[in-house]
């Protein structure tokens, strides 16, 4: 039985410019570029304000308080615009450096050198060799089957059926291993290696064998690999007969060893650079935030579609033509105004979440010292901005920071509170910096077990489980006391 009935519900929609202003605040600096791109061959109704006459007169959109609500306002055919909501006399550079950018960093070039790739640089090794057109196909076979660190994890019979299928050449396992054993000649030292034993055997073999040092470090790899890898250094010296300081030569012979040869051509094409989205100066113990002036691109909305909007103030309006002429520009207009809305209001969120957070962790940004960093969650932030929790995650998640003593992912200076036995509250961020002294400077014979170091974490008024302390100390990529020993 069909039954109606009447339902009263409270919802909360975010309307599309709300979407699009979320979307445009977790962008970092470095893609917003390319967003920015992306919207002004989308819309002809924008425009790049730097790439316009800075002699001409300018018009630009009515001004727009960008921490109001946007509203979604849909327009009848017949309703009556007016040319002067998208044209207003101002100055629209004011738009662009009114939030202290630094244009002059950003225009600053990075040199990026030009060398060959760890592949080409094998390939021209191959080249120079005088090898027959079989040998030749199974050394691209395998320059091209290594993995980025420089070994062949494929088995020698997968190469031959890809040799077969891909390169119609038959050939037999000692042909393929005789090339190999070529290929590791080849610089860096290591490369070809099938496991890492064979990868500092390689680098090993390659050096003086009269020298007595380096025939024990074969020895250590060849038998005594497990051992090294876990510290057995006891176990060790017995087996070779040697005494401490001899097995000290020993392993720093071996520690000198590259365990991924490969990765040392490619880490030039994997380097990362990274645009900080602010910057913070210290002028005589008072602190200065600016704006990196990438996330203060100068945008106007384009004169000709104006043109067209006044063209349209003089024409007929019952033209049905000119009716959806009308509402196209009107519709490129409108988002065009929103996009510039949503950078100006992005601007104003970053600088305002910035901002809350120097003010928060200022004697931190006065000295570089973790200690100074105080407890600070997310909602400390959001309710000092009056904001949501979510804006400023997104904010910190993805905006970095330039200091005088290095570049930080905003999420780094937040942290959980830990009480002191005074009952004082203090950062988590201080006890891994106290975890990390006391690890510096510990007897690397007899390194500081995570009991030793809760006992000492006490001593100094932390209270803390041993469990918490291995969490600390895993997060800070420390490996346990064994595997930190020394000879």
């Given at each position: 039985?069909?039954?109606?009935t009447l339902?009263?519900?409270l919802?909360q929609?975010l309307s599309?410019?709300?979407?699009?202003f979320i979307?445009?605040?977790?962008?970092?600096t470095?893609?917003?570029?390319a967003?920015i791109k992306?919207?002004?061959?989308e819309n002809?109704a924008l425009e790049d304000?730097?790439?316009?006459n800075?002699?001409?007169?300018?018009?630009?959109?009515p001004?727009?308080d960008?921490?109001e609500?946007?509203?979604n306002?849909?327009?009848d055919?017949?309703?009556?615009?007016?040319v002067?909501e998208?044209?207003q006399?101002?100055?629209?550079?004011d738009y662009?450096?009114?939030?202290?950018?630094?244009?002059?960093?950003?225009r600053?070039?990075?040199?990026?050198?030009?060398?060959?790739?760890?592949?080409e640089?094998l390939?021209?090794q191959l080249d120079l060799l005088a090898l027959?057109d079989?040998?030749y196909l199974?050394?691209?076979?395998?320059?091209?089957?290594?993995?980025d660190?420089?070994?062949?994890?494929?088995p020698?019979?997968?190469?031959?059926?890809?040799l077969?299928?891909?390169?119609n050449?038959?050939?037999?396992?000692?042909?393929?291993?005789a090339?190999l054993?070529?290929i590791?000649?080849?610089?860096?030292a290591?490369i070809?290696?099938?496991?890492?034993?064979?990868?500092?055997?390689?680098q090993l073999?390659k050096?003086?064998?009269?020298n007595?040092?380096?025939?024990q470090?074969i020895?250590?790899?060849?038998n005594?690999l497990?051992?090294f890898t876990?510290k057995?250094?006891?176990?060790i010296?017995?087996q070779?007969g040697v005494n401490s300081e001899?097995l000290k030569d020993?392993?720093n012979e071996?520690?000198?060893l590259n365990p991924?040869?490969g990765?040392?051509?490619a880490?030039?094409?994997?380097q990362?650079?990274?645009?900080p989205?602010?910057?913070?100066?210290?002028?005589?113990?008072?602190l200065?935030?600016?704006l990196?002036?990438r996330?203060?691109?100068e945008?106007?909305?384009?004169?000709?579609?104006?043109e067209m909007?006044?063209?349209?103030?003089k024409?007929?309006?019952?033209d049905?033509?000119?009716?959806?002429?009308v509402q196209f520009?009107?519709?490129?207009?409108d988002s065009a105004k929103?996009?510039?809305d949503?950078?100006?209001?992005?601007q104003q969120?970053?600088?305002?979440?910035?901002n809350?957070i120097?003010e928060?962790?200022?004697d931190?940004?006065?000295?570089?010292?973790e200690r100074l960093?105080k407890?600070?969650?997310?909602?400390?932030i959001?309710?000092?901005?009056e904001m949501?929790?979510?804006t400023?995650s997104?904010?910190?998640?993805s905006?970095?920071?330039?200091t005088?003593f290095?570049?930080f992912?905003?999420?780094?200076?937040?942290s959980?509170?830990?009480q002191?036995?005074?009952?004082?509250?203090?950062?988590?961020?201080?006890?891994?910096?106290?975890?990390e002294?006391?690890?510096?400077?510990?007897d690397k014979?007899k390194?500081?077990?995570d009991?030793k170091?809760t006992?000492?974490?006490?001593?100094?008024?932390?209270?803390?489980?041993r469990?918490?302390v291995?969490?600390y100390?895993e997060?800070?990529?420390?490996?346990?006391?064994r595997?930190?020993?020394?000879?």
């Amino acid at each position: 039985m069909l039954k109606q009935t009447l339902q009263q519900k409270l919802l909360q929609k975010l309307s599309p410019q709300q979407i699009q202003f979320i979307k445009l605040l977790q962008v970092p600096t470095v893609s917003l570029d390319a967003r920015i791109k992306e919207e002004l061959e989308e819309n002809p109704a924008l425009e790049d304000g730097s790439l316009t006459n800075m002699n001409d007169p300018v018009e630009e959109y009515p001004d727009h308080d960008p921490d109001e609500n946007f509203e979604n306002k849909e327009s009848d055919f017949d309703e009556e615009f007016s040319v002067d909501e998208y044209i207003q006399e101002d100055d629209y550079n004011d738009y662009s450096t009114n939030y202290g950018s630094d244009d002059d960093e950003d225009r600053k070039e990075i040199p990026i050198a030009v060398q060959d790739s760890f592949f080409e640089s094998l390939q021209n090794q191959l080249d120079l060799l005088a090898l027959s057109d079989k040998d030749y196909l199974v050394g691209q076979q395998i320059i091209g089957s290594l993995d980025d660190d420089g070994y062949l994890r494929r088995p020698i019979l997968s190469l031959i059926d890809d040799l077969a299928f891909s390169q119609n050449v038959i050939a037999e396992e000692t042909e393929v291993e005789a090339i190999l054993k070529v290929i590791q000649d080849f610089e860096p030292a290591g490369i070809g290696a099938r496991d890492l034993q064979e990868c500092l055997l390689i680098q090993l073999r390659k050096k003086d064998q009269n020298n007595p040092i380096i025939n024990q470090a074969i020895k250590v790899v060849e038998n005594y690999l497990d051992e090294f890898t876990k510290k057995h250094y006891d176990k060790i010296e017995k087996q070779l007969g040697v005494n401490s300081e001899e097995l000290k030569d020993i392993i720093n012979e071996i520690l000198k060893l590259n365990p991924k040869p490969g990765d040392s051509g490619a880490s030039a094409g994997k380097q990362l650079h990274i645009i900080p989205d602010f910057h913070i100066t210290n002028n005589d113990g008072i602190l200065h935030l600016t704006l990196n002036g990438r996330n203060a691109p100068e945008l106007r909305v384009s004169r000709s579609y104006q043109e067209m909007f006044e063209h349209y103030e003089k024409a007929e309006k019952t033209d049905k033509k000119m009716k959806e002429a009308v509402q196209f520009v009107k519709q490129k207009l409108d988002s065009a105004k929103w996009f510039i809305d949503a950078i100006k209001q992005r601007q104003q969120t970053l600088l305002k979440t910035m901002n809350a957070i120097m003010e928060y962790q200022y004697d931190y940004f006065l000295t570089g010292d973790e200690r100074l960093l105080k407890p600070m969650i997310l909602k400390d932030i959001a309710d000092k901005i009056e904001m949501d929790i979510s804006t400023v995650s997104r904010v910190a998640n993805s905006k970095y920071v330039q200091t005088e003593f290095g570049t930080f992912l905003l999420k780094s200076f937040f942290s959980e509170a830990i009480q002191t036995d005074s009952g004082e509250e203090v950062s988590n961020k201080e006890v891994k910096k106290i975890l990390e002294e006391c690890i510096a400077n510990e007897d690397k014979r007899k390194p500081l077990a995570d009991e030793k170091l809760t006992e000492i974490l006490k001593e100094k008024g932390y209270t803390i489980a041993r469990r918490t302390v291995a969490k600390y100390r895993e997060a800070m990529n420390i490996p346990v006391a064994r595997l930190r020993k020394e000879l």
